[in-house]
């Protein structure tokens, strides 16, 4: 069975930083996209970030470009969303993807659960 487990979520003042991991298990995600989405109380779940499967292709929200780096660990089966800067309106529960695809911005097809984050003012 497949299963996407987040972590680092948290409570975190403005221009703060965080990082987040997800990690994969039941099947290995070495050759698929991965990517994190996120969804704020009120508002529909929106794209974040999404990496390829060699991390030769990163793709990022507008509003999160230049403060977000997503990264992979294929050895760890694990992705990664650096977060700094982070500002009020990133507060919502941050969730990771993983496609079917080798290369994917919005074609995913396995989540986490969701890990919050909240940013104070």
């Known amino acids: 069975q497949v299963q996407l487990v987040e972590s680092g979520g948290g409570l975190v003042q403005a221009g703060g930083s965080l990082r987040l991991s997800c990690a994969a298990s039941?099947?290995?995600?070495?050759?698929?996209?991965m990517g994190w989405f996120r969804q704020a109380p009120g508002k529909e779940r929106e794209f974040v970030a999404a990496?390829?499967?060699?991390?030769?292709?990163?793709y990022y929200a507008d509003s999160v470009k230049g403060r977000f780096t997503i990264s992979r660990d294929n050895a760890k089966n694990t992705v990664y969303l650096q977060m700094n800067s982070l500002k009020p309106e990133d507060t919502a529960v941050y969730y990771c993807?993983?496609?079917?695809?080798?290369?994917?911005?919005?074609?995913?097809?396995?989540w986490g659960q969701g890990t919050q984050v909240t940013v104070s003012s």
């Open positions: 039941g099947r290995t995600f070495s050759k698929n996209a």
């Open positions: 990496i390829s499967w060699s991390g030769g292709s990163t």
């Open positions: 993807a993983a496609s079917l695809l080798m290369v994917a911005r919005y074609e995913f097809h396995y």
